[in-house]
T-cell receptor, first 113, second 111 residues
Framework: AQTVTQSQPEMSVQEAETVTLSCTYDTSESNYYLFWYKQPPSRQMILVIRQEAYKQQNATENRFSVNFQKAAKSFSLKISDSQLGDTAMYFCAFGNAGNMLTFGGGTRLMVKP | DTAVSQTPKYLVTQMGNDKSIKCEQNLGHDTMYWYKQDSKKFLKIMFS???????INETVPNRFSPKSPDKAHLNLHINSLELGDSAVYFC??????????FGDGTRLSIL
């Protein structure tokens, strides 16, 4: 079974600054995917970024990028130029070969004006 | 043109009742899922359904039963509701190896 750990229950950042959310996971599988999902107060689950484990290159999506360290089983999310609309819960998720997701406990991010 | 739609969005009911939550996806995905998000925001997979193969998370009580009339629908039926069933339930769908698309969730409140 996989486990996903997000060690920061809450974080805050000033608007326009950069923030990094941490995520570590544990698995014995070799073929998997990693995701960051955002859940704003509206409770929608919105995909932020996705990383295939077999790819060494870190995924980027506009202001969002990841630092994927496979050997360390670490998958952190960096948000650059933080905006007020980035305020949300952020969930790290592990997707196995069967595409079932295991989520971390979430990090509540507050962007302050 | 909502991709994954769940109904109802809110469900308030008495303990002991039986209820269903419906989910439909128009993305042509092969696999559908149900997740439960508890009051502490923790999300946990309940079921995965692909080509009539059901994968059940072993921690899910057998009062919960998914029903799939076709590939585009995966409904969740819950018997004998208990206080601990209060949560937000999310339906999702995907193709293999692709990100899951989530519905907007159904908040179930048990009185």
């Amino acid at each position: 079974a996989q486990t996903v750990t997000q060690s920061q229950p809450e974080m805050s950042v000033q608007e326009a600054e950069t923030v990094t959310l941490s995520c570590t996971y544990d698995t014995s599988e070799s073929n998997y995917y990693l995701f960051w999902y955002k859940q704003p107060p509206s409770r929608q689950m919105i995909l932020v970024i996705r990383q295939e484990a077999y790819k060494q290159q870190n995924a980027t999506e506009n202001r969002f990028s990841v630092n994927f360290q496979k050997a360390a089983k670490s998958f952190s999310l960096k948000i650059s130029d933080s905006q007020l609309g980035d305020t949300a819960m952020y969930f790290c998720a592990f997707g196995n070969a069967g595409n079932m997701l295991t989520f971390g406990g979430g990090t509540r991010l507050m962007v302050k004006p | 043109d909502t991709a994954v739609s769940q109904t109802p969005k809110y469900l308030v009911t008495q303990m002991g009742n039986d209820k269903s939550i419906k989910c439909e996806q128009n993305l042509g995905h092969d696999t559908m899922y149900w997740y439960k998000q508890d009051s502490k925001k923790f999300l946990k997979i309940m079921f995965s359904y692909n080509n009539k193969e059901l994968i059940i998370n072993e921690t899910v009580p057998n009062r919960f039963s998914p029903k799939s009339p076709d590939k585009a629908h995966l409904n969740l039926h819950i018997n004998s509701l208990e206080l601990g069933d209060s949560a937000v339930y999310f339906c999702a769908s995907s193709q293999f190896g692709q990100p899951q698309h989530f519905g907007d969730g159904t908040r179930l409140s048990i009185l």
